[in-house]
């Protein structure tokens, strides 16, 4: 049965950071790309991140570009996501979730991870 | 970035209606669009994949048309446990974007 479980939430001031992680089981890992998926309250859904099998390319939306980065250890099945220079708008429940490419669909996620961005 | 819009934003309907939901894309993106479910406090789950491929595990009664700019999310007899808010998704880009979502109420 595949398993994301994603763990480094909490409340943090604006400007601070936090690291998100993500543990993955029940499927080879290292086959998959993977990505983050955020959800603001009662909002909808919105693309984070998205990481290749090996590492070498990663993709962002401009709302995330330059102030998070995504990164993966194979040998861990564990995926990652360190924010830096967090806004209030980085409020949401974030969401690991398995990728067949780069431009595809999500079919795996996990359950989810709150992060509140407030002083 | 391609502008997905899901019309409507709500729909009431009796257990055992038949519905479409639609999903309308700012360009052509060919059949590069995914259908999800997300239940009250509950991650999404992956339903339709590239416009009208099935998934694993996914009732028969859900399935997916449409090619192009316009899509549609197409639920048979809906039963209560599909009460819910259902996303689309496009993949043509790699900058990936979802709809906003319909919301699917008993009437």
């Known amino acids: 049965e595949v398993q994301l479980v994603e763990s480094g939430g909490g409340l943090v001031q604006p400007g601070r950071s936090l690291k998100l992680s993500c543990a993955a089981s029940?499927?080879?890992?290292?086959?998959?790309?993977m990505a983050w998926v955020r959800q603001a309250p009662k909002k909808g859904l919105e693309w984070v991140a998205t990481i290749s099998t090996s590492g070498s390319r990663t993709y962002y939306p401009d709302s995330v570009k330059g102030r998070f980065t995504i990164s993966r250890d194979n040998a861990k099945s564990s995926l990652y996501l360190q924010m830096n220079s967090l806004k209030s708008e980085d409020t949401a429940t974030y969401y690991c979730a398995s990728q067949p490419g780069p431009r595809a669909f999500f079919d795996y996620w996990g359950q989810g991870v709150m992060v509140t961005v407030s002083s | 970035n391609i502008v997905l819009t899901q019309s409507p934003a709500t729909l009431s309907v009796t257990p055992g209606e038949s519905v479409s939901l639609s999903c309308r894309a700012s360009q052509s993106i060919s059949t590069s669009i995914h259908w999800y479910q997300q239940k009250s406090n509950e991650s999404p789950r992956l339903l339709i994949k590239?416009?009208?491929q099935s998934i694993s595990g996914i009732p028969s009664r859900f399935s997916g048309s449409g090619s192009g700019t316009d899509f549609t999310l197409s639920i048979n007899r809906v039963e209560s446990e599909d009460f819910s808010i259902y996303y689309c998704q496009q993949s043509y880009s790699s900058l990936l974007t979802f709809g906003s979502g319909t919301k699917l109420e008993i009437k």
């Open positions: 029940g499927f080879t890992f290292s086959n998959y790309y």
């Open positions: 590239y416009a009208s």
